[in-house]
């Protein structure tokens, strides 16, 4: 995956690299599932108990919760950053890793400003 800095014509360095959006496992994300967990569902009988078969291990080993992405990010997005201020482009355009500085410059100028909020631990 390509990884690129450059300088706009402001004179700003930024980095700019492709973000492919999959499961990202984060300590309070963002994704709620809709509906109770089907597992505890009423519907279940002691024929079908929730869980693993007996004698079997539990196979999850902890609660994951994923991100949300919203639509126009599915399919991935440029990410640029430059001091605290970040950006993102989608979708990804094509051969950006060869783009010249001037192109990667009108990318960032035509970014959205990203809303990083970091969780702090």
């Known amino acids: 995956m390509a990884h690129r800095t450059f300088t706009d014509t402001l004179g700003f360095t930024w ?6 959006p999959g499961r990202a496992i984060i300590g ?13 569902s009423p519907t279940l009988s002691a024929a079908h ?16 919760r994923r991100v949300a992405v919203a639509a126009p990010l599915q399919r991935g997005w440029l990410a640029f950053r430059s001091g605290d201020e970040r950006r993102r482009l989608a979708p990804i ?10 192109e990667l410059a009108a990318y960032c100028a035509a970014a959205e400003l990203a809303d ?6």
Do not use: L
């Open 15 to 20: 980095e700019v690299w492709e973000v492919h």
């Open 28 to 40: 309070t994300a963002v994704d709620h599932r809709r509906g109770g967990d089907r597992r505890a």
């Open 49 to 64: 108990p929730a869980g693993p078969p007996p004698g079997q291990a539990e196979r999850r080993s902890g609660v994951e």
């Open 93 to 102: 355009p094509a051969a950006w890793e060869r783009a010249s500085e001037i």
């Open 116 to 121: 990083v909020r970091r969780q702090r631990s």
